[in-house]
Nanobody
Framework: QVQLVESGGGLVQPGDSLRLSCVISGRISNDFGMAWFRQPPGKDREFVGS?????????FYGDSAKDRFTVSKDSAKNSVFLHLNNLRSEDTAVYYC???????????????????WGQGTQVTVSS
């Protein structure tokens, strides 16, 4: 069984940066992919970005990333990160970490395609 625990959210001001972390427990093999989603208040969950767990380390981004967000991983620490830069009020959301089996070198952006989810971490951007 795979478990995901996010951390790093909080209340920040516009223009600030945050780094969200997702610690993975359980067995993750090279076919896995890790992703970040977010769910703004009253809206659907949307894809932010993903990274393949194998050595290729390929990343993919959704429109919401808009060149301000970066996904990275540290395999030795079984962790995935989401770097949020130049935050705006519209980035306010609950951010979720997700894992998918059999991802290999591809990317998937629909929430229902992912097998495991964390509990989410709240990011609030407000002046």
């Amino acid at each position: 069984q795979v478990q995901l625990v996010e951390s790093g959210g909080g209340l920040v001001q516009p223009g600030d940066s945050l780094r969200l972390s997702c610690v993975i427990s359980g067995r993750i093999s090279n076919d896995f992919g890790m992703a970040w989603f977010r769910q703004p208040p009253g809206k659907d969950r949307e894809f932010v970005g993903s990274v393949n767990w194998n050595f290729i380390n390929r990343t993919f981004y959704g429109d919401s990333a808009k060149d301000r967000f970066t996904v990275s991983k540290d395999s030795a620490k079984n962790s995935v990160f989401l770097h949020l830069n130049n935050l705006r009020s519209e980035d306010t959301a609950v951010y979720y970490c997700a894992a998918k089996r059999d991802m290999w070198y591809a990317s998937y952006s629909a929430p229902h395609e992912y097998d495991y989810w964390g509990q989410g971490t709240q990011v609030t951007v407000s002046s």
